[in-house]
């Protein structure tokens, strides 16, 4: 191994400047002389598998590779550890376990001495946890050794141009966060309708590093979307909710849209800057173009009341919500519920689709209060509970760091670009 790391090191330091010259333009400096066999470094040799797991303390270790059809017993024979020892490491309490059901491609870990005696074993469990088999005196103990993972507040800020979906990939957000977005301020904007091009958002979330590296994102910390000039801005506290910067609940008793954002096909039609087109449609309801099939949500808690077929309607559902709302929601290919049936807010309560007197497969969406019909999408909606009164202080100080800090990386990130 001393020989071999020696070899590399001088590999690295012939050819390092050479490497560097030849991306430069200008020819190598080192020549290479005829007669003699000069050693060529190989990708990936020897050193396979050990620097997977980002651990440095697997130096004293051999790594072995998980092959189909291995069993512990089969490694540590190649390994020319004895059947006793397997017994023994299989049977080092409940965690011993997972080395039974070892699949193609896990990676194990030996530290074995001169003697042939095994005085460690490590096996990755996964990014964040290894299973640590150690000798004690004639036995062996297993413990799970758990990486930290540290938590570091990052930022990202998109413009919309072709849609919010597009926006929000161009931004560097996963598919998980752009939903994660919409859902968050899907209760003030309809995605599937209201979003226009110049609408843009301000993200700041964590991001999760293990020994320094990315492993993956977490939780949306706080966030802004101005949607046609008007500017929401959500913050995230301790009990997971979203709150507005002054304490109120971002959840409403009403789903702005009883549809996902995602699958409505027209969520972006730049014509609809037209004023003319903004006025109040003479049918009083919305409609949403998507494929049939499409899952239709109940848009708050309430009581199915009707549940039918007719020629006008098609398959319909209407939704009695407290004594004062209702919801309705037309040419359904199949409904979900049945009269008289609870629903939850987000239940699915039929599938989109093109029965009745329609042209084409779309959901007509109905707001009534108090009887009366009322815009789905401007109506003013009941608030879920705001921050509680014990932690509204805290909450505040919060609320406002994290405000400035989004602002401060609007500023940065507009003046990169
Ligand atoms: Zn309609």
Redesign the pocket.
């Given at each position: 191994m001393g020989i071999l790391s020696l070899v590399i090191l001088l590999l690295v330091i012939l050819f390092w400047p050479a490497e560097e010259v030849a991306a430069s333009g200008s020819a190598p400096k080192v020549t290479l002389e005829l007669g003699i066999e000069y050693p060529v470094a190989i990708p990936n040799f020897a050193f396979e598998g050990i620097n997977d797991t980002g651990d440095t303390d697997t130096t004293d270790y051999i790594s072995y590779k998980v092959k189909s059809g291995d069993t512990l017993a089969q490694i540590f024979n190649r390994f020319s550890l004895s059947p006793q020892t397997t017994h023994k490491v299989s049977r080092a309490g409940e965690l011993a376990e997972k080395l039974t059901r070892l699949k193609p491609g896990d990676l194990l870990y030996f530290r074995i001495n001169e003697a042939n005696h095994l005085l460690g074993l490590k096996f990755p469990l996964s990014n964040i946890d290894t299973l640590l088999v150690n000798a004690k005196g004639n036995d062996f103990e297993t413990t799970i050794e758990t990486k930290e993972i540290e938590s570091v507040l990052s930022f990202s800020q998109g413009s919309i141009k072709s849609s919010f979906w597009n926006a929000g990939v161009e931004a560097g957000l996963s598919d998980l966060q752009i939903m994660e977005l919409a859902g968050i301020f899907g209760w003030d904007i309809d995605f599937a309708q209201e979003i226009r091009a110049g609408d843009s958002f301000n993200v700041a979330y964590e991001a999760l590093y293990i020994d320094g590296e990315l492993i993956g994102t977490g939780n949306i910390a706080a966030a802004e979307f101005i949607n046609q000039g008007e500017t929401f801005t959500a913050i995230r506290y301790t009990d997971n909710q979203y709150y507005t910067p002054q304490g109120a609940s971002m959840r409403k008793s009403f789903l702005r849209a009883p549809i996902n954002f995602k699958y409505v096909s027209s969520n972006f039609n730049p014509k609809r800057f037209h004023p003319v087109q903004k006025r109040y449609?003479p049918?009083r309801?919305?409609?949403y173009v998507a494929k049939i099939g499409t899952p239709v949500l109940a848009a708050g808690d309430g009581k199915v009341i009707r549940s039918q077929y007719d020629r006008f309607n098609g398959h319909h559902v209407f939704l009695q919500h407290g004594e004062r709302y209702q919801t309705k929601y037309?040419?359904f290919t199949k409904r979900a519920v049945k009269l008289g049936q609870i629903v939850k807010q987000g239940d699915v309560i039929g599938y989109l689709g093109a029965t009745g007197m329609?042209t084409g497969a779309?959901?007509?969406?109905?707001f009534l209060v108090d009887g009366v019909h009322r815009n789905p999408k401007t109506v003013s909606l009941p608030k879920a509970e705001p921050i509680k009164a014990a932690h509204k202080a805290k909450f505040l100080e919060i609320a406002s760091q994290k405000v400035s800090l989004l602002d401060n990386h609007k500023r940065i990130l507009l003046a990169m670009n």
């Open positions: 449609k049918h309801g919305v409609d037309l040419h329609v779309h959901l007509h969406y109905e």
